[in-house]
């Protein structure tokens, strides 16, 4: 089943991160970023326990594909196909014309993946800063 992030599953969540290899967003981030677009962080349960993740933002302009994650237990199940095509459906709701996304350019099986659904590789060249007091404390 996919539905919306609730904070009891934060604990869950962080596991299937930590299990990815993905890095964990902070309590403090993601309570900044659940302010904004609540209902485009996703989960996948399977029974009654946490497979898989996804986190979407919308800035009203272009949507973001974010911490795509399936535990590797669960994994090769469609759990992370299902969890994308739930993210589209609310993007679209919300009358977004394009949705983007970043994969390491070492990460083929990513790209692969990316490119099954539908994903075109831009020549973009990925710029960005850290801001200076930008950061949100863990708290």
Request: glycine residues 10%; aromatic residues 8%.
């Amino acid at each position: 089943m996919i539905r919306q992030f609730e904070w009891r599953d934060y604990d869950a969540v962080t596991r299937v991160w930590e299990a990815a290899g993905r890095e964990v967003v902070p309590r403090g981030e993601l309570e900044a970023k659940l302010a904004r677009d609540p209902e485009l962080f996703l989960v996948a349960e399977t029974g009654r326990r946490i497979a898989g993740v996804v986190m979407g933002a919308y800035d009203g302009r272009r949507g973001w594909i974010l911490r795509l994650a399936v535990h590797p237990d669960h994994r090769r199940q469609g759990i992370a196909t299902r969890l994308v095509e739930a993210l589209e459906a609310r993007f679209v709701r919300l009358g977004c014309p394009r949705v983007n996304l970043l994969v390491l350019p070492d990460n083929e099986s990513g790209l692969r993946f990316w490119q099954e659904l539908g994903y075109l590789p831009c020549p973009d060249v990925l710029c960005t800063k850290p801001m200076q007091g930008g950061a949100v404390s863990a708290g």
